[in-house]
T-cell receptor, first 116, second 113 residues
Framework: GENVEQHPSTLSVQEGDSAVIKCTYS??????FPWYKQELGKRPQLIID?????GEKKDQRIAVTLNKTAKHFSLHITETQPEDSAVYFC???????????????FGKGTKLSVKP | DVKVTQSSRYLVKRTGEKVFLECVQD?????MFWYRQDPGLGLRLIYF???????EKGDIPEGYSVSREKKERFSLILESASTNQTSMYLC????????????FGSGTQLSVL
């Protein structure tokens, strides 16, 4: 089955710097890669996702890149702010168009701390 | 806005007790999931359901069962609670189709003593 590795497990940056979190997956059939953010004491929430027919996607200060050949994808946060401090989870699944979806397999998470 | 509601935020049970964790969603989603979250281990899928009365095992189903008698409700059952089941339990739902976005509940922190 699918296996998702996420690095680093903790990341500390100064406010205004960039942060990069990397994930690798094992199943080449995976075609959907979301990122979830979980603030302390709160539920995980989807912040951005990418499908395998796209190499990069941006939404304001966050971007995700996908390298299908190497089977890895990354989350990039620019101009970090203290409110970006949270645990970030990557995930991968096989989405079947028009049929049942594949289950999301999550990485173990990265705790991002943004120091003011 | 989608609401996924878990019945308890904190729960303390004794070893050997039968424990029920309830989850209700109000957006008519077909898919519902139970995850377990432990520090350093991420989110691990226990059971999921794509339809009423349907259930499938996830990655760590041992010691758990589920029930989905109605579309909006998905229950996780610990048949005989053990200390290694102390954890944060997260319920999630999603609609069928290309949109696989998961909507999570706020979680139940279960302590088994």
């Amino acid at each position: 089955g699918e296996n998702v590795e996420q690095h680093p497990s903790t990341l500390s940056v100064q406010e205004g710097d960039s942060a990069v979190i990397k994930c690798t997956y094992s199943d080449s059939a995976s075609n959907y890669f979301p990122w979830y953010k979980q603030e302390l004491g709160k539920r995980p929430q989807l912040i951005i996702d990418i499908r395998s027919n796209v190499g990069e996607k941006k939404d304001q200060r966050i971007a995700v890149t996908l390298n299908k050949t190497a089977k890895h994808f990354s989350l990039h946060i620019t101009e970090t702010q203290p409110e970006d401090s949270a645990v970030y989870f990557c995930a991968a699944s096989i989405a079947h168009y028009g049929g049942s979806q594949g289950n999301l397999i999550f990485g173990k998470g990265t705790k991002l701390s943004v120091k003011p | 806005d989608v609401k996924v509601t878990q019945s308890s935020r904190y729960l303390v049970k004794r070893t050997g007790e039968k424990v029920f964790l309830e989850c209700v969603q109000d957006m008519d989603h077909e898919n519902m999931f139970w995850y377990r979250q432990d520090p350093g281990l991420g989110l691990r899928l226990i059971y999921f359901s794509y339809d009423v009365k349907m259930k499938e095992k996830g990655d760590i189903p041992e010691g758990y069962s589920v029930s989905r008698e109605k579309k909006e409700r998905f229950s996780l059952i610990l048949e005989s609670a053990s200390t290694n089941q102390t954890s944060m339990y997260l319920c999630a739902s999603s609609p069928t189709g290309r949109n696989e976005k998961l909507f999570f509940g706020s979680g139940t922190q279960l302590s088994v003593l």
